[in-house]
């Protein structure tokens, strides 16, 4: 079974940044694909952003300019570096991955942004 955990969100004024992280269990070598969701209150969970084992990244248009997804593969880790954070950001944060054997989901991290 892989495991994921995501870590850095927090509380953060509009116009700033923050860097989710996503810690995999296993190799993101393998993992066919991943990705970065959200879910605010009363919403849907969206695609934010994903990226191909062959290095393919889409970015849904709402955060096109202002987000940006990284891997460090020695680490097992997927980054979501977010800027220019605006209130509408405000919302769980998933992270995902593609395996052969099925898909997969971390618990979540919280972004909140407010005056």
């Known amino acids: 079974q892989v495991q994921l955990v995501e870590s850095g969100g927090d509380l953060v004024q509009p116009g700033g940044s923050l860097r989710l992280s996503c810690v995999a269990s296993?190799?993101?070598?393998?993992?066919?694909?991943m990705g970065w969701y959200r879910q605010a209150p009363g919403k849907e969970r969206e695609l934010v952003g994903s990226?191909?084992?062959?290095?393919?990244?889409h970015y849904a248009d709402s955060v096109k300019g202002r987000f940006t997804i990284s891997r460090d593969n020695a680490k097992n880790t997927m980054y979501l570096q977010m800027n220019s954070l605006k209130p509408e950001d405000t919302a769980v944060y998933y992270c995902?991955?593609?395996?052969?054997?099925?898909?997969?989901w971390g618990q979540g991290t919280q972004v909140t942004v407010s005056s």
């Open positions: 990226v191909t084992k062959g290095g393919y990244i």
């Open positions: 995902n991955a593609v395996l052969i054997s099925g898909l997969y």
């Open positions: 296993g190799s993101i070598l393998s993992f066919n694909a």
